[in-house]
T-cell receptor, first 114, second 111 residues
């Protein structure tokens, strides 16, 4: 059981470049989300989705786009990377709205923007 | 969002019990108390959660104060593998339905 898979694990971008961080889950979870983690900090919610075709903004959405065409995949796009987006990005999935269930996280993508 | 307060770091010896405290004095009646941990260079992983009663699972125990204003995560016999950042999170769903992570407690295990 793969759980939540993120690719790539590491990426270096130049300022202004674009890229897509991939996230896939095989647990048939309706809810998926993206977080970023800066050094010494907790995770902050970027965008989330409660099902295919439905996305919404989290706490820090600026500079990022998402889409959800399938239940399994939830890619995060950086259209024009900035040094402030240097961070570690985590994708998570869970059953939506169930307070009694756990979230599953991917291993993270470490992004450096130079 | 209701907030939690945890010590920045704690240190313990291998094979001894560890008690990680969390204060959440503004907890609401519908908030569940969730604990996650993050091993070095990994994503967070679920540890345990509870609402009012104490909870046990294969990883840990969760002791919840009677007034629910505080809780304690208990690792019964710490190993070096338990060295991680532990996050205490109040979760009530709704809105973005996300988890609000603070800075957590950095647990150091001495051999």
């Amino acid at each position: 059981n793969a759980g939540v898979t993120q690719t790539p694990k590491f990426q270096v971008l130049k300022t202004g470049q674009s890229m897509t961080l991939q996230c896939a889950q095989d647990m048939n979870h309706e809810y998926m989300s993206w977080y970023r983690q800066d050094p010494g900090m907790g995770l902050r919610l970027i965008h989330y989705s409660v099902g295919a075709g439905i996305t919404d903004q989290g706490e820090v959405p600026n500079g990022y786009n998402v889409s959800r065409s399938t239940t399994e995949d939830f890619p995060l796009r950086l259209l024009s990377a900035a040094p402030s987006q240097t961070s570690v990005y985590f994708c998570a999935s869970k059953t939506p709205g169930h307070l009694n269930t756990e979230a599953f996280f991917g291993q993270g993508t470490r992004l450096t923007v130079v | 969002d209701a907030k939690t307060t945890q010590p920045n770091s704690m240190e313990s010896n291998e094979e001894e019990p560890v008690h990680l405290p969390c204060n959440h004095s503004t907890i609401s009646g519908t908030d569940y108390i969730h604990w996650y941990r993050q091993l070095p260079s990994q994503g967070p992983e679920y540890v345990i959660h509870g609402l009012t009663s104490n909870v046990n699972n294969r990883m840990a125990s969760l002791a919840i104060a009677e007034d629910r204003k505080s809780s304690t995560l208990i690792l019964h016999r710490a190993t070096l593998r338990d060295a991680a950042v532990y996050y205490c999170i109040l979760y009530s769903g709704g809105g973005a339905d996300g988890l609000t992570f603070g800075k957590g407690t950095h647990l150091i295990i001495q051999p």
